[in-house]
């Protein structure tokens, strides 16, 4: 095999290693999610009985809970606990992703908004031979804010990490990044949406 053909095979197992790892994180069902159809639906409680199965006692003072109630109400499988744990996930690679200039990976993890955003500012730092921020530590991962808007399921996560920018040393990042999901859409994964200043 030539030089090009290795470089396009390693590139091709990466991107598929990365949406591996993100499927992984965010989109698996592992079997032990609440029923789809609430219980009053399926006639094993009286219609007007069936509640949510009440948060886990890490969210339930949070003030997002009401929003993550409401998607919860809409997509019963919905885990809050399950979700922050892929979120953390999400988070580094999308950043190695895109330290690594990796539109690839990067096009099905983002909205395309998002991903047309941090395609230009990739070009952007490649034009000036710059490298990318790399993930050092990430250190907190908290809940932010949470909506259903239609069907549109809405999660803001608080990231605070270290970063590494060359020479310019290892920073500290404070961001709330919001994922969305169509809960009425057949693919479970949840795309970054939004980035601002924490």
Do not use: C
Not at 33 to 48: M, S
Not at 156 to 173: I, M
Request: hydrophobic share 50%; net charge negative.
């Amino acid at each position: 095999m030539d030089q090009s053909t290795i470089e396009i095979v390693v590139l091709a197992f990466v991107a598929g290693f990365v949406l591996f790892r993100l499927y992984a994180t965010l989109g698996r069902r592992t079997g032990s999610e609440r029923p789809a159809v609430p219980l009053a639906a399926q006639g094993l409680l009286p219609q007007g009985v069936a509640t949510p199965a009440p948060l886990p006692q890490a969210f339930a003072d949070n003030p997002a809970s009401a929003g993550v109630m409401a998607i919860v109400r809409a997509d019963p499988s919905f885990d809050i606990a399950h979700f922050m744990n892929g979120a953390k996930g999400a988070y580094e690679i999308i950043v190695g992703a895109f330290a690594k200039g990796d539109r690839d990976a990067l096009r099905n993890l983002l909205t395309p908004r998002v991903f047309d955003t941090y395609v230009a500012a990739i070009s952007a730092r490649e034009a000036k031979g710059e490298a990318g921020p790399e993930l050092v530590r990430l250190r907190s991962a908290d809940l932010a804010g949470a909506e259903l808007a239609g069907d549109t399921a809405r999660v803001t996560v608080k990231f605070e990490s270290e970063l590494a920018e060359g020479a310019d040393g290892v920073r500290d990042a404070h961001e709330r990044w919001t994922f969305e999901r169509a809960i009425r859409s057949a693919d479970p994964n949840w795309r970054l949406a939004r980035v601002a200043a924490a």
